[in-house]
């Protein structure tokens, strides 16, 4: 079996992070996901671009999307590195969708269907390792010791983005410019919808056996 060339579609909250983790370690494959190496760069100068803002901090935090040319640039680059890689955040809109295509091609497309209420209630209650960046949330995924990271003592906090107003933002932008991507996609010979309202481990069950499947 050769590298499997993977994209993960979904809303934001769908379960992306926790499934492409899986996907990286079971798989052997790289995962390029566009929110990490944005949020690693967020005060990166882009003024010399002629956009509405000098970084892209300013986007994220009100949940707008980064320009297409900061993006297109960070996914050339790390796809260029990669034999077998799960993509993760990206194309968001039919504008990355067909610069993807001239980049590479996709052996796998997974959609992780979830409903809007279940992904208002991801978000908001998500807390994140201030230092490790692992997840957690309120109610379904507590830690020992609250406020405190079970990996590595980190401070817990709520991502600026995840305050409800972002949230709202965010899912209405991937209403209007993401959903599209996820039609455009259906006619693709490795499109496979999954449902991503259930638990990780049944989730990852599915994404698994499509996986087989389709490489
Ligand atoms: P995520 O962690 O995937 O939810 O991404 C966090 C934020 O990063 C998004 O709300 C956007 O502001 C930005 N971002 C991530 N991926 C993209 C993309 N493909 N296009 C534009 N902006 C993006």
């Not at 494959?29 to 901090?57: C, Q, W």
């Not at 692992?134 to 991502?159: A, I, K, M, S, W």
Request: aromatic share 6%; charged share 30%; hydrophobic share 35%.
């Amino acid at each position: 079996m050769s590298d499997p060339h993977v994209l993960i579609l979904g809303a934001p909250g769908a379960g992306k992070g926790t499934q492409s983790a899986r996907i990286a370690d079971e798989f052997g494959v790289e995962h390029v996901t566009t929110g990490d190496a944005l949020r690693a760069n967020k005060d990166m100068d882009i003024s010399d671009m002629d956009f509405e803002y000098d970084t892209p901090r300013e986007y994220m935090e009100a949940g707008d999307l980064v320009p297409d040319a900061v993006v297109n640039a960070i996914v050339e680059e790390a796809l260029s590195s990669a034999d077998g890689y799960v993509l993760d955040g990206y194309p968001r809109n039919l504008e990355q969708a067909e610069e993807l295509e001239g980049m590479t091609e996709l052996d796998v497309v997974l959609h992780l269907d979830v409903s809007r209420d279940e992904l208002v209630d991801r978000l908001t209650g998500r807390r994140v390792c201030d230092d490790c960046g692992t997840n957690y949330h309120v109610e379904f995924d507590q830690p020992e010791t609250e406020g405190v990271c079970d990996e590595c003592g980190g401070d817990l906090v709520q991502r600026e983005d995840d305050q409800p107003e972002s949230v709202k933002n965010r899912l209405d932008v991937f209403d209007e410019n993401t959903q599209p991507v996820i039609d455009h996609y259906g006619d693709h010979d490795g499109f496979v919808s999954i449902d991503g309202d259930r638990a990780p481990d049944a989730v990852w069950a599915d994404v698994r056996d499509a996986i087989d499947a389709h490489n």
